[in-house]
């Protein structure tokens, strides 16, 4: 009868101590999925201001040829020497 409750007691003991650790082991392993996902979302958000900026750049050159080839890949073009300076 004895070595039952012994053996019944570590069960109570041990099932629930089980359980805790997988419950945190999920917790931890969304937690790093949300921060991955946060971490793409700012990147993403950030090289669609870039491109949004790089464009912009690109319609107010007065000049059509070098408007047309900015247009076309404007991430090449360089930011304007007083944006790049004031950014720092």
Known sequence: MRG???KVSS???WLPMSLALA???LLLAFQR????GVRI?????????Q???????CKALLE??????CLSDPDTFPAPLTAAAGRR
């Open 51 to 57: 491109h949004e900026e790089a464009t912009w750049r």
């Open 33 to 36: 999925v949300v921060r991955q």
């Open 41 to 49: 979302g700012d990147q993403r958000r950030r090289e669609t201001a």
């Open 11 to 13: 069960l109570m003991f």
């Open 4 to 6: 039952m409750l012994i």
């Open 23 to 25: 419950a945190l082991g």
């Open 64 to 69: 059509h040829r070098l408007r047309m080839a």
